[in-house]
């Protein structure tokens, strides 16, 4: 439970949130806040992370492993529209906090471009090339407020389990450097499995290379699921819920948070089942596909 409302209730009336925000072809959704685009890096060949600042910051608070709603500005939709022969209508994409919010009024969010899939004639995916191929420093984007269920529930003394997918991590970029500024790292085994396909695709890695080296009781286990010959890779291999099942002695009363495409939370959360850690000490917003 968190304000009062059981879990249930909380998870629905979120999942309908989104929903609704989702289904905006004929309804407009409410933007409250705009933020300013100060910065942006290339992470890897088609991630990035774009630095942002709120125009006015009064009342907008949100606690990491959260996201926002962005809007994506109406021209592009139209131009988008025009080129692909689409239809989209208002297009907005929910975007995880990926740095902590003692940085407010500046934060992050680390976005993928989304690729069409694999034998399939359709258009990249529209929020994301906007940000890949046309935003810049200087342009506005109007947000929503923070919302989102994957949360750190409390300061047990047991340990953390954080398990993501590709852009996935994204959010735990943002929890990770707000246990670290809590010192939670000093109370609990904090373990961060983090599967992509190659090397290239590992975004922060040195970041999270370095917390593993310089806190003992952080445990940064990066898994590639197709390494590349060129990655002379002596890590973990396959699917990230292997290195977990080999890592993670159950039973124990760890938390895990969890964070990727439906099929990798399929897999993982049937390891966590076998090492005992119980549905209700598992933790990711249950909407759609990443
Ligand atoms: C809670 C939450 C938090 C998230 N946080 C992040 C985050 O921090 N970072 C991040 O990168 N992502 C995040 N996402 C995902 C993000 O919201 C978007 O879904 C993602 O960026 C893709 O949006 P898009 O508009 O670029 O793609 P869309 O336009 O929605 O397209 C998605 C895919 O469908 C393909 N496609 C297009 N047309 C067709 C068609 N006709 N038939 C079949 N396929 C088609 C596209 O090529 C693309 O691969 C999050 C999602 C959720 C639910």
Redesign the pocket.
């Known amino acids: 439970m968190r304000n009062g409302m059981p879990r249930t209730v909380k998870r629905m009336a979120g999942v309908l949130a989104?929903m609704a925000l989702a289904l905006v072809g004929t309804l407009r959704a409410q933007f409250d806040y705009r933020a300013k685009v100060v910065k942006i890096e290339d992470l890897t060949h088609d991630?990035r992370r774009v630095g942002l600042e709120l125009e006015k910051s009064e009342g907008f608070s949100f606690t990491p492993g959260q996201?926002v709603f962005v809007n994506?500005p109406e021209y592009y939709v139209k131009q988008w529209n025009r080129k692909y022969g689409?239809d989209?209508a208002q297009?907005l994409?929910?975007?995880?906090?990926?740095s902590s919010s003692s940085k407010l009024p500046r934060f992050d969010?680390?976005?993928?471009?989304?690729?069409?899939?694999r034998n399939?004639d359709?258009?990249?995916?529209?929020?994301?090339?906007?940000?890949h191929q046309h935003l810049r420093v200087g342009d506005v984007l109007e947000i929503t407020e923070p919302t989102?269920d994957?949360y750190l529930r409390a300061d047990t003394g047991e340990p953390i389990i954080i398990v993501a997918g590709?852009?996935?991590a994204?959010?735990f970029v943002s929890l990770l450097e707000y246990f670290f500024e809590r010192e939670f790292d000093k109370n609990n085994e904090i373990y961060f499995f983090f599967g992509v396909r190659a090397k290239r695709d590992l975004f922060l890695h040195d970041r999270f290379l370095a917390w593993d080296k310089s806190k003992p009781r952080f445990h940064y286990i990066p898994a590639l699921s197709h390494p590349r010959p060129e990655d002379n890779w002596e890590g973990e291999t396959g699917y990230v819920q292997i290195p977990l099942d080999k890592r993670i002695k159950g039973p124990t009363g760890a938390h895990a948070y969890l964070?990727g495409p439906p099929i990798m939370i399929k897999f993982v959360e049937e390891v966590l089942r076998s090492k005992g850690i119980t549905k209700d000490r598992t933790h990711y917003?249950e909407?759609?596909?990443?």
């Open positions: 989104v991630v996201y994506i689409t989209h297009v994409r929910p975007y995880s906090f990926a969010v680390i976005i993928k471009w989304a690729r069409p899939p399939k359709v258009p990249p995916g529209i929020a994301s090339s906007f940000v989102g994957l590709g852009s996935g994204a959010p964070a917003d909407i759609e596909a990443r």
